[in-house]
């Protein structure tokens, strides 16, 4: 019996959304594409959630750009403290301050005070965690590269490209938004899902799906039930935001078909 895979795009600390995913579907496997933390008010709860989950075996965490960008600082910070080298510790704070200025500041906030000297050990511990691009196919396995059956493909922003302002890959997949494609899937790949860019309902482009809408600002969140020979069932969760807000996001591709749930405080649709 093939297990039930839910992605879960953007969340950028919303653990209320993240709950109500978990109590509605409570035996899942969950994909978290990453951008977990920042810009919302409680990335912390996110982060420490997933990797209960992680732990448990229940998710599979993978690396969106904001993530990147607070590794960035940490990376070049612990280099320093093992070469003493001045150049790695202005490359760590100059990363630190990458992240800050895109909305590591609300982890800041939240934490009241943050430093790359005591950086918090579950924020390292779940980078170390974080993949960048897996496959799931019919039975609900997992792999890392793409396997002989259909998959389907999962990463933050885009599948793996060679692009020309990132010549790696797996960097591609953290950064490229839809109008930088094409992006070619490899054999046996079905279509692809991410999040990365807000749209104001979750859309198809081509064999590529677009989740975020934006939860932090708007209070919703869609997650997506993996079906490799078929577009994916879509919940969205409606909670606490302002959903007026999604009509500053590009429109492009064709809606998906979802099914609303309204939770406690959410405004009217």
């Known amino acids: 019996m093939s297990r039930q895979i839910l992605i879960i795009p953007d969340l950028h600390g919303r653990p209320d959304l993240l709950r109500a995913a978990l109590d509605r579907f409570p035996d899942a496997h969950y994909v978290s594409l990453g951008d977990a933390i920042d810009r919302g008010p409680r990335s912390m709860p996110v982060v ?11 998710a599979t965490l993978l690396m969106g750009n904001h993530e990147r960008m607070m590794e960035e600082g940490v990376r070049w910070y612990r280099q320093y ?21 895109a909305g590591g500041e609300t982890v800041r906030t939240e934490l009241g005070g943050l430093t790359l000297e005591k950086f918090p050990p579950l924020l ?31 990463a933050h922003a885009s599948p793996p490209v060679r692009h020309p302002q990132h010549p790696n890959p797996l960097s591609a997949a ?26 104001p309902t979750p859309s198809r482009l081509g064999r590529h799906l677009y989740l975020d ?27 606490r935001g302002d959903p007026a807000r999604a009509r500053k996001y590009a429109r492009f591709g064709e809606p998906i078909p979802v099914t609303p749930v309204d939770l406690p405080g959410a405004p009217p649709r």
Not at 48 to 58: F, N, S, V
Not at 132 to 148: F, L, M, S
């Open 124 to 154: 390292e511990a779940y980078l170390k965690v974080l993949r960048r691009v897996v496959y799931v196919t019919a039975d609900g396995d997992i792999h890392d590269e793409p396997p002989p059956h259909p998959s389907v493909l999962i």
């Open 174 to 199: 953290l950064w490229l938004r839809p109008f930088e494609g094409p992006f070619p899937l490899p054999d046996g790949v079905m279509y692809s899902v991410h999040g990365h860019t807000p749209v």
């Open 48 to 58: 420490e959630t997933l990797m209960d989950l992680h732990a448990a075996g229940r």
């Open 213 to 239: 809408l934006g939860a932090y600002d708007t209070g919703r969140l869609a997650v997506a039930e993996v079906n490799v020979h078929g577009l994916p069932q879509v919940t969205v969760f409606c909670g």
């Open 81 to 101: 403290l093992g070469t003493h080298d001045l150049g790695d510790y202005r490359r760590a704070m100059e990363g630190y301050q990458w992240w800050m200025r």
